[in-house]
């Protein structure tokens, strides 16, 4: 079974508009974390966001931020006011815990904002 | 932030010969680095877990006597692609943790092996 689904294979946005990049994930565990990782296409993975299944609030870095719906198991990343630097693809990830060290990717979302 | 390198950067190498790809944790200690397999338009597979000192642990349907991995320092982690052929062609990235506590990986910037 998918274990991270990221159901937008390509979005297009206008810049200066806020995105959101859509990300589910199955799991029975109560332990885990969510992450999000932007791919440029120079290769480098960027890490953008964590949010551990026990946070209370949503995990918020500068203009990222994580809608965390855990009863829904969504973990959708909010760009706001996106920049052309923004074009990349968009990982979603999954780290199980306790012990398991690692990370399950989604397919990936590639944005492309438009000037 | 922590910074991992990886070398070479891209590699061309002919059917048949093996290619070593270093992966290097710069300002941290990592005991544990990971090794990932992009293929064009698709998404990370992991490969194998590395942990320094010991072996490392291949994610099911990796060929271990194919892809060689070799943790030996807290700093360094090798992957040996042994026997290449056109179909190992592909974006090699490693990742590394650095400690325990730490939930977060940082991964290098990649190696593109193209096998001819």
């Known amino acids: 079974a998918q274990k991270i689904t990221q159901t937008q294979p390509g979005m297009f946005v206008q810049e200066k508009e806020a995105v959101t990049l859509d990300c589910t994930y199955d799991t029975s565990d109560p332990s885990y974390g969510l992450f999000w990782y932007k791919q440029p296409s120079s290769g480098e993975m960027i890490f953008l966001i964590y949010q551990g299944s026990y946070d209370q609030q949503n995990a918020t870095e500068g203009r990222y931020s994580l809608n965390f719906q855990k009863a829904r198991k969504s973990a959708n990343l909010v760009i706001s006011a996106s920049q052309l630097g923004d074009s990349a693809m968009y990982f979603c990830a999954m780290r199980e815990y306790p012990g398991n060290e690692k990370l399950t990717f989604g397919t990936g979302t590639r944005l492309t904002i438009i000037p | 932030g922590a910074v991992v390198s990886q070398h070479p950067s891209w590699v061309i190498c002919k059917s048949g010969t093996s290619v070593k790809i270093e992966c290097r944790s710069l300002?941290?200690?990592?005991?544990?680095m990971f090794w990932y397999r992009q293929f064009p338009k698709q998404s990370l597979m992991l490969m194998a877990t590395?942990?320094?000192?010991?072996?490392?642990?291949?994610e099911q349907g990796v060929e271990k006597d194919k892809f060689l991995i070799n943790h030996a320092s807290l700093t360094l982690s090798t992957l040996t692609v042994t026997s290449a052929h056109p179909e190992d062609s592909s974006f090699y990235i490693c990742?590394?943790?650095?400690?325990?506590?730490?939930?977060?990986?940082?991964f290098g910037p990649g190696t593109r092996l193209t096998v001819t």
């Open positions: 590395s942990n320094e000192g010991s072996k490392a642990t291949y």
């Open positions: 300002d941290f200690q990592a005991t544990t």
């Open positions: 990742s590394a943790r650095v400690g325990p506590g730490s939930y977060e990986q940082y």
